[in-house]
């Protein structure tokens, strides 16, 4: 894992991680991993398996055809509050769009 750059805070769009990766946790819900581009901080999300629009158990739902990926955004979650950022947050202000097939997503 390559170390951290303490770069200010700026909230930018950016490309996804190079090593951007994918897999199951124990709970059966998507983890996606990657290092920012920005601030080099490692980011890992879990993406849990509850979709928009999910209505309550035996209702007649289904996903509409052609609703083969889902993008998401996804923040900088690098554990260190930069400088700049007022609001104490974590991350660098980076953030970037992921394309998840359905055969994750679901």
């Known amino acids: 894992m390559p170390s951290h750059d303490d770069v200010a805070y700026k909230e930018q769009k950016v490309n996804p991680p ?23 901080g490692w980011n890992e999300y879990v993406l849990v398996n509850v979709k928009p629009g999910t209505v309550a158990k035996d209702w007649p739902w289904r996903r509409k055809a052609g609703d083969e990926k889902q ?5 900088c979650r690098c554990p260190i509050t930069h400088p700049g950022n007022d609001d104490e947050y974590t991350g660098c202000g980076a953030w970037w769009s992921v394309r998840i097939p359905s055969e994750e997503a679901s």
Do not use: I, P
């Not at 990766?21 to 290092?35: E, K, M």
């Not at 993008?71 to 923040?75: K, T, V, W, Y």
């Open 18 to 40: 190079q090593d951007l990766g994918f897999h199951r946790n124990a709970a059966d819900h998507l983890v996606v991993t990657g290092t920012c581009s920005v601030c080099r």
């Open 71 to 75: 993008e998401r955004q996804l923040d």
